[in-house]
């Protein structure tokens, strides 16, 4: 497989690479997520931000402050959810990024469940991950 990951948004506007392994794949069932989405949960792997490259559509990434601490990033054109990264200085060189939006196969090992006290109430998790 390829070390580097190609992405883009659902209309093409956007595309990007990840040039170094992503971390910390998660499966975010908070309400914010959640609704972000339209889905019953939202799957992110983790990067540095020093290693996604916008190839084309820079201008056409919005932002909304979903609350004091997070940023989540979509296309103007599409609604595509991208990225989503917090201010927190812990998480200051990271960034995630939205693994339905990359088109490249990977592995996504340690995968875990998050926020699953707010999960919405018509989903039953069941594959085994590790739940918080």
């Known amino acids: 497989m390829s070390t580097v990951l190609e ?3 659902l209309c093409g506007a956007i595309r ?3 040039r ?3 971390v910390k794949f998660s499966h975010c069932h908070c309400t914010q997520c959640r609704k972000g989405h339209g889905a019953a949960f939202a799957s992110y792997g ?3 931000r020093k290693d996604l490259y916008i190839l084309s559509g ?3 990434i919005k932002a909304y402050a979903s609350s004091e601490s997070v940023r989540r990033e979509f296309c103007a054109d599409c609604g595509t ?3 989503w990264s917090s201010n927190t200085p812990d998480l200051a060189d990271w960034i995630s990024v939205a693994l339905g939006t990359i088109d490249t196969p990977f592995a996504a090992p340690g995968q ?3 926020h699953v006290a707010s999960k919405a109430s018509w989903y039953e998790i069941e594959d085994g991950l590790p739940q918080e």
Do not use: D, V
């Open 16 to 18: 990007f690479e990840i």
């Open 20 to 22: 170094a392994p992503m």
């Open 58 to 60: 820079n201008e056409r």
């Open 112 to 114: 875990r469940h998050l």
């Open 46 to 48: 983790r990067t540095k």
């Open 81 to 83: 959810s991208l990225f």
């Open 7 to 9: 992405g883009r948004c």
